[in-house]
């Protein structure tokens, strides 16, 4: 059973506008939620983290929601470039244990220009 | 080197031959991750390292499947019998104490022909 889901494979957006990836889970005992970006023939590089204790994070072009309520969070690209254009996966881990990252299947963005 | 390095980068190998894959984390990090990510599919959790600790194994596929970490340091994955569902990329991250970001080297990629 997938805990972690995005259900977007890809989007596709023009240079400039916002870009918004969605991600939901299921597990309610997640307590920290990461996004990584990926291109290809690399490894996942970290972009974006949110804690269950906060609704918002930004960082720059970058912002996080977080709705737990709706065990749902979103990325906020704006404003998008063509060099955003890459593969974004969204994780989740609970604290204690391992730790681990559980990952969605990720959503290919395109940014155009 | 200031990131996680992992080798090969590419591997082709016969089903049914044994291969090693190795990750080196970043200095001081003492939790080290192997993840695989298969095609089209999001990253999969397969063991974790922690200091001295017991490794936790959960997500090891089969019994073909085992890792070591030396000296709190360098991990090698091993898979005996390679079959061709072993097929992926398999990703190597670390996690520095409390942390809850990970870094990934820019994995390996194997082909079981």
């Known amino acids: 059973d997938q805990q972690v889901k995005q259900n977007s494979p890809s989007l596709s957006v023009q240079e400039g506008r916002i870009s918004i990836l969605n991600c939901d889970y299921t597990n309610s005992m997640f307590d920290y939620f990461l996004w990584y970006k990926k291109y290809p023939a690399e490894g996942p590089t970290f972009l974006i983290s949110?804690?269950?204790?906060?609704d918002k994070n930004e960082d720059g072009r970058f912002t996080v929601f977080l709705n737990k309520s709706a065990k749902h969070l979103s990325l906020h690209i704006v404003p998008s470039q063509p060099g955003d254009s890459a593969v974004y996966f969204c994780a989740a881990t609970l604290v204690g244990g391992s730790e681990k990252l559980v990952f969605g299947k990720g959503t290919k963005l395109t940014v155009n220009p | 080197g200031a990131g996680v390095s992992q080798s090969p980068s590419n591997k082709v190998t016969e089903k049914g031959k044994d291969v090693e894959l190795r990750c080196d984390p970043i200095s001081g990090h003492t939790a080290l991750y192997w993840y695989r990510q298969s095609l089209g599919q999001g990253l999969e959790f397969l063991i974790y390292?922690?200091?001295?600790?017991?490794?936790?194994k959960s997500g090891l596929p089969s019994d073909r499947f085992s890792a070591e970490r030396t000296g709190g340091s360098v991990s090698t994955l091993t898979i005996q019998r390679t079959q061709q569902e072993d097929s992926a990329v398999y990703l190597c991250a670390s996690k520095a104490s409390g942390g809850r970001r990970q870094y990934f080297g820019p994995g390996t990629r194997l082909t079981v022909t």
């Open positions: 949110i804690s269950s204790i906060k």
């Open positions: 390292f922690q200091g001295n600790s017991a490794p936790d």
